[in-house]
């Protein structure tokens, strides 16, 4: 149980005294970043998924005609 204990103190120091924490400005930047970057990825995949949904569409009414 002690070294239990001693994690949690030692853990608890190491974000407190050690660790860099941004600046709010920083957190707002990457987050914009993070969602400018999931829009885009959303909407390439989005035009993949329809493209390759209209080549199989054309694709499969030329074999039934």
Do not use: C, H, R
Not at 4 to 16: A, C, D, G, L
Not at 21 to 49: C, G, K, R, Y
């Amino acid at each position: 149980m002690n070294k239990v204990i001693q994690f949690f103190k030692e853990s608890y120091e190491e974000m407190t005294k050690n660790v860099t924490w941004p600046t709010w400005t920083e957190l707002q930047n990457s987050a914009s970043l993070v969602l400018v970057s999931s829009l885009i990825i959303a909407i390439v995949i989005f035009a993949m998924d329809n493209g390759s949904n209209l080549a199989l569409d054309t694709f499969y009414k030329s074999l039934t005609k």
